[in-house]
């Protein structure tokens, strides 16, 4: 059983942290030692929220190390290129088409690095970096906050584990009443990686 | 069946399995979610207590009572409770009385990142520290037996990356044993809990003596173990540090401690024989590495791992790596990019009523002293429109110590509801008391909403779910002696301006309650208004309230209507009328 690190960043209210929820527990199905950490409070009021997620034969530590995460998950394009000295060689980066500008951007005081930017800055360790239109999707879909769901659907195809295995998961832990609507969310996802 | 829980959960899960029937505390990151989760059990009273003080000291009673207690609080909080701590050490309890108690290294949402190991010895008070979240169930209950044979409160350590993490728990769905089918009758015992200085002289020598008992536990308890490795490098670690450890160093020896106070100085000693050197991994103080180089070993800490900050495998590693401990692992290239990447801190949402406050306290130009809340955000740009914040209810004995030294400036405190309620009635006193004029601003918004909109005395409703008399911080001032009190919606902008004027200008003590209810409490969300770009000239002004929504392009502002919440506070403060509400 390998160790897969698995390193989540987004804005608060993305939802993150019920993304991660569900990948640490769809790890736990699937048969491994599980370990998850974020941290709660102030970061929710549209600061930085970064999840950190391990799967392995056992896990000690609940924070990634540095050059060594095989996933990373951006659910904003500024908040993924934010680490990609987490990543090991030939990792995969899979970031959500989403920009949310930080406050110096909208009073004009920094600028917003550019999508090709971010790209060439994520490639330096990652073999790949892959574009979900994840808060389209959801929106699409009849609503934005499922984005991590969409991603978590794309990101399946590349981890493994029976499509139903996860499924069964995003069924227990989103709402009731929108368990259907999640559900197709994430095959919309794993459409994307298919 | 295994359960994944944050240790907060497992901390509740414990005291449940464990039977504690009363637990109290008051909200504070990261301990917040321990109270939270507790509550949901069936058969358990849970309240949320105007401040940790009060919390402990309900917990005590109930101890005291005769039933399985438990109080929670972040490191700051055990400031105020610290009273309750040092008498109830001498005292004593009858049932078991635990404290869970999280420290917040690196200050994710504190002011401070003190280590309240220190309280252990200060207080003379036994203290446990779980790893995982596993260990933090059991350890509670662990805790609660200590407390019972060793008649005693007992401190159960977390830090932020504990609480905050989730790991797999043994679970059942069975609870604790069935409850006592009487009501306990209280035993009466003054000699022991009337602390007079006869009684406590008495009492001094009992917990003296009682450390030594804890300390031989401390040696036979299974919480505190060696794992066996390699004998060059003996590593002694304690709570999430030893995690961080074991990924970096996987084949020296370990001393695992559960219990940080007292130290177990045989077992100690019969690791240091085992091993050639000695390092102790702990975030903040050096706590054991001081305790341990008293005992007379010879160890090595602060000398390579930081005082500051949180710890983290990678910042152990690079540690070690400096110090010669290990090799340095093979890395890949270092980063060439140099790309700028604009920080995010966290602002106040959209739709905030504390916004609307401090853009009119900001265009006022008054000094203002804060406190501790979502409105602390305030202080940043480009509202920055805080001066001063310390701790919780520290905002108008700072106001009003500024008064009395006589400056020129206006000086108004500002504090939420829920810390008004902590800690805020003791100073409007004195402000009354000692003739001072401040200005007392509550900014009500009906919620304990930084650590996630917990009930509290003023929002009609228990952590329990149950209706209850709500104090009305006006009627409360009133009756204190309050005569000149106004309560205004901060969105009333004009009438707001208008209010400061006459209470800063006033030379009598004075409050403002300016009230509007935490959208995110309330979910209140209107059509987001309009940028007519005709008529808007890009000067600005609107930027200035610092709402996310509100971007500057290149010739006018727009308005991203996902972000927006409708509040209309960008519409009121546009000078052009460029704005529109829809």
Known sequence: MKNIDFLMA???????????????????????????????????????????????????????????????????????????HYLKEKSLALVNDYRINPPLVNLGKASYPSKKEIEALLLERAGKVLWVKGTGIAKDLGNPAMVGVVLLGSLSNLVGGEEEAWLDVVGRMVPQKFIELNKKAFIAGREVTD | MKKLMTGNEAFAYGAYLHGVRVAAAYPGTPSSEILANYANYPNVFA?????????????????????????????????????????AVYTGVKAGLVIVCADDPNMHSSQNEQDNRNYAKFAKCPMIEPSDSEEAKQFVGIALDMSEQFDTPVIVRSV??????????EYTEEGPPSPPEELNVYKRDPQKFVMVPANARRRHPVVEE??????????????????????????????????????????????????????????????????????????????????????????????????LGEFSPSLIRSCAVKAGLIDAPPAPPELKSDLERPIRPPMLCPGCGHRALFHVLREEGVLVTGDIGCYTLAFAPPLSAMHTTGCMGASIGVAH?????????????????????????????????????????????????????????????????????????????????????DICDPYDIDKMQKILKDHVESKEPSVIISRHPCVLSTREKHTPPEVDPDICINCGICLEIGCSPLVQEEDHVRIDTMLCNGCGLCVKVCPQEAIIEK
């Open chain 1, 10 to 84: 987004g804005v608060g209210g993305q939802g993150t942290i019920l993304a991660s929820n569900i990948l640490a527990e769809v790890g736990l199905q699937l048969g491994y030692d599980v370990k998850k950490a974020e941290v709660h409070g102030m970061a929710q009021r549209g600061g930085q929220v970064d999840s950190h997620i391990r799967w392995g034969e056992k896990v000690y530590s609940p924070l990634v190390e540095e050059n060594s995460a095989d996933y990373l998950i951006g659910f904003e394009m500024l908040e993924a290129a934010r680490f990609p």
């Open chain 2, 47 to 87: 309240e949320w207590s105007p401040n940790e003080k009060v919390a402990l000291d309900v917990a005590i009673g109930a101890a005291y009572a005769g039933t399985r207690a438990m109080s929670t609080m972040k490191h700051v909080g055990m400031n105020v409770a610290a009273d309750s701590l040092f008498y």
């Open chain 2, 160 to 169: 932020t990356r504990l609480s905050h993490s989730s790991t797999p728990v």
């Open chain 2, 210 to 307: 009682r450390l030594k008992e804890l300390a031989d536990f401390a040696e036979t308890t299974p919480i505190n173990y060696i794992e066996p490795g390699n004998s060059k490098l003996g590593i002694v670690s304690a709570g999430i540090s030893y995690h961080y450890a074991r990924e970096v160093f996987p084949d020296a020896t370990f001393l695992k401690l559960g219990m940080v106070y007292p130290l177990p100085e045989k077992l100690i000693r019969e690791f240091a024989e085992q091993v050639e050197k000695i390092i102790v991994i702990e975030e903040l103080d050096p706590f054991l590495e001081e305790m341990l180089k008293l005992m007379g070993f010879e160890v090595q800490g602060k000398d390579i791992f930081p005082i």
């Open chain 2, 401 to 485: 110590g500024i008064d009395k030294a006589g400056v020129k400036d206006d000086v108004v405190a500002v504090l939420g509801d829920s810390t008004f309620l902590h800690s805020g009635i003791h100073p409007v006193i004195d402000v009354l008391y000692n003739q001072g004029n401040t200005t007392t601003i509550i900014s009500d918004n009906n919620a304990t909403a930084m650590t996630g909109f917990q009930e509290h005395p003023g929002t009609g409703k228990t952590i329990q779910g149950q209706k209850t008399k709500v104090v009305d911080p006006e009627k409360l001032v009133r009756g204190l002696g309050y005569e000149k009190i």
